[in-house]
């Protein structure tokens, strides 16, 4: 294996087999660890050469990355989608291990604020989908700006909202891709109309007219699109929008669970305690009176 190590901008780099790879140096703050996410740095303002996409080489990151394109422009790579025209106000995202380039092109240079960052929370925020390597759509406002202020600052309660700013940015940028790519589905406006009636039970035929689906495709596309079956999701909908009624109104167990269409509340009652882990009655007075009973109440997701 060819592998030569060097250090340039205190930024470490491993060349294996002719291939760059981005090193994570240094090691996780103790706070960082706590929390489980760590900013290892951000930059502001910086510039590289035009047309610098033409001569950056195919790379891999040890770490996350986030570019915010604030002037000139540029192209990005990825192996799965091949070349990106980029302008000002993309967001380029890339994961530990993906491959890539970008940089300036079409006689621009790239100017960027980026971060990299890395730790267990970023790892369930790939794993759930919120996070993967690509391009987003951005406007032009600085919003590492303000994380950059706070992470400069050592005090506790600043790192601290520093790691919160920027998952929030990354949850941010997540529903903008998602807004962008995946139109309005015949899915998207059927769970709309679940939650418009709340009080129906809906057969399956019923959910496939709804779509225009046969009653499989419409199981399968729910499932895709859910990640659950479709009376599965109708009735954690209603279990879900019971248990915060029961918290937001004067409304009886057996009030409550005619809205949802339950028309025996003994019913309701073992549904809700095989969902929820208690019964409707101890739910509603344990969180009102601001005590478990000696249980922990845990909405599982």
Request: with cysteine; net charge positive; glycine share 8%.
């Amino acid at each position: 294996m060819d592998k030569s190590e060097f250090l340039s901008q205190k930024i470490s780099y491993t060349v294996q087999n002719g291939q760059l790879i981005h090193k994570l140096i240094g090691k996780m703050p103790l706070l960082q660890q706590k929390y489980g996410f760590w900013i290892i740095n951000i930059s502001i303002n910086c510039k590289t050469a035009i047309n610098g996409y033409n001569t950056c080489p195919v790379r891999k990151f040890e770490f996350y990355s986030l570019s915010h394109l604030t002037d000139g422009g540029g192209k990005l790579w990825l192996p799965d989608i091949g070349e990106t025209q980029l302008k000002v106000g993309d967001w380029v995202l890339i994961c530990p291990g993906d491959m890539n380039r970008y940089g300036g092109a079409d006689g621009l240079p790239y100017i960027e604020d980026s971060v990299r960052f890395c730790g267990p929370v970023a790892d369930s925020l790939r794993d759930a989908g919120v996070i993967k390597s690509g391009v987003i759509s951005g406007s032009s406002c600085r919003q590492l700006l303000s994380i950059h202020e706070l992470s400069c600052d050592p005090r506790e309660n600043s790192q601290i909202n520093a790691n919160i700013s920027l998952q929030r940015l990354l949850v941010d940028l997540y529903n903008i891709r998602e807004r962008n790519n995946t139109p309005p589905s015949a899915i998207d406006q059927l769970i709309e109309e679940l939650k418009r009636r709340p009080d129906y039970w809906w057969t399956v035929s019923e959910l496939a007219e709804f779509c225009h689906l046969s009653t499989d495709q419409l199981r399968r596309n729910f499932l895709r699109h859910t990640g659950m079956l479709p009376k599965q999701y109708i009735e954690e909908l209603k279990i879900r929008q019971a248990a915060a009624l029961l918290l937001d109104s004067r409304l009886t167990v057996t009030e409550v669970a005619a809205k949802f269409g339950y028309l025996d509340p003994y019913h309701f009652s073992r549904r809700f305690k095989q969902r929820i882990g208690v019964s409707p009655e101890k739910y509603r007075n344990a969180y009102i009176l601001g005590q478990a009973d000696g249980h922990t109440l845990t909405l599982e997701k």
